[in-house]
């Protein structure tokens, strides 16, 4: 079993950054591809980025290219990095890991967090 525990979510205003990380514990993630979700109020949870298991290879959403970047310093670790926040980027925001399939689809990943709140004022 792999449980994964975001932190790093909060309230920012509109051009601010925040970085959120993703901690996994139990089995080892070396070998896992890792992802970021999001879901905001009344919409479909959606793709925002993703890291292979060695870190060499990003995938982002076009809403997050050249603003947000994914990374990972160790086998259980992963962050996001968000820049130039804007309010529509106000939504939970979910780490997920181990995908079979196609990665942008949120039924692919086997494991998830609870996720942390991203709230950006504009």
């Known amino acids: 079993q792999v449980h994964l525990v975001e932190s790093g979510g909060g309230l920012v205003q509109a051009g601010d950054s925040l970085r959120l990380a993703c901690e996994a514990s139990?089995?080892?993630?070396?070998?896992?591809?890792m992802g970021w979700f999001r879901q905001a109020p009344g919409k479909e949870r959606e793709f925002v980025a993703a890291?292979?298991?060695?870190?060499?290879?990003t995938y982002y959403a076009d809403f997050a290219k050249g603003r947000f970047t994914m990374s990972r310093d160790s086998e259980s670790t992963v962050f996001l990095q968000m820049n130039s926040l804007k309010s529509e980027d106000t939504a939970v925001y979910y780490c997920?890991?181990?995908?079979?399939?196609?990665?942008?689809?949120?039924?692919?990943?086997?494991?998830w967090g609870q996720g942390t709140q991203v709230t950006v004022s504009s």
């Open positions: 997920a890991a181990d995908p079979e399939g196609d990665y942008r689809m949120p039924m692919s990943w086997k494991y």
């Open positions: 139990g089995r080892t993630m070396e070998n896992f591809p």
């Open positions: 890291i292979t298991w060695s870190g060499t290879s």
